[in-house]
């Protein structure tokens, strides 16, 4: 596989770097997507996409150590901030966004509250008695359980809806929990879809997503694992740069972003992370969700 790196390539090497896949579906040729216009899907992944968890877990970090975040961490998350915003709020202004994770119900909410507080204040947090918020897409037309109607954005626990039916299959949660949104969407609306994550996972879920979806061109874009606060803010200023770019690549791609270093963070730093949201207690919130 042909690989984009971190540092924010131009639109003709994104061109010469993607790399094309074989969906499930029935293929869809250049001139049958650009023909298509109708709703535009914009799946992200949380931990190590938006949130560098890994990175906070290895350096001892977690939802009660706010007080012990050094000064230099402290500025690199706001940098991350200013970034997550941006392309939350691009990617909300292009299409239906949500936010698929693994991690424990209400991670995104509890998590972004400590570490990325106007993320959390712009996109999570629940209105105020007498203050209305803005809704995003569909979200007022969802079902209950699937989004709370004061978010702005549809977050889904891939863990919590498949977790007793599968104990032991985390690596198919996120296929399900793609496959349960599929369920409730008109498969002859969606033309174009996008899913940006770090893992696998989110390759394979996307792929099986597009099946449901005939007339629809995919866009996977897989970020590097286990990054640096600052490696992950360059990956999202890439995707922010290009965003329009890949949004608009009329065929079914992968693109592959590498880290700027070879590798950011030892393995153990992910095992790290995932014992830390494995083990998150529901009744240890920093606000109630």
Known sequence: ??????????????????????????????????????KTLIIWDWDDTLLPSSYLAY??????????????????????EEV????????????????????????VQKSSQVFLPRVYKEFFEKPTK???QVMVGAASSRSKGEVSK?????????????????????????????????????CSSVTNIVVLGDSHYEVNAGIHFQSRFPHSVLKTVKLCQTPSI?????????????????????????IKLQPTLPQPLPAEAERCAQSIRENQAEDKVIEKC
Not at 59 to 80: C, P, V, Y
Request: with cysteine; net charge positive; hydrophobic share 40%.
């Open 1 to 38: 596989m042909q690989s984009v790196k971190c540092s924010s390539p131009t639109a003709s090497q994104l061109t010469h770097q993607v790399h094309k896949h074989e969906s499930i579906s029935k293929a869809m040729t250049t001139q049958q997507a650009a023909s298509c216009s109708g």
């Open 59 to 80: 350096k001892g970090l977690d939802l009660w150590s706010k007080l012990l975040i050094d000064a230099k961490t402290q500025e690199l998350l706001r940098e991350l």
């Open 84 to 107: 997550v915003i941006k392309v939350l709020r691009l990617s909300i202004s292009l299409g239906e966004t949500h936010i698929v994770t693994n991690a424990a119900k209400h991670w």
């Open 130 to 132: 007498g203050k209305s």
């Open 150 to 186: 004061q978010l702005r954005l549809n977050v889904l626990s891939a863990r919590e809806k498949f977790q007793k039916q599968l104990p032991k299959g985390h690596q198919q949660w996120k296929l399900h929990a793609f496959q349960s949104l599929a369920n409730k969407m008109d």
């Open 230 to 254: 600052g490696e992950l803010i360059r990956q999202i200023e890439t995707i922010t740069a290009k965003f329009d770019y890949i949004l608009n690549h009329q065929s079914n791609v992968i």
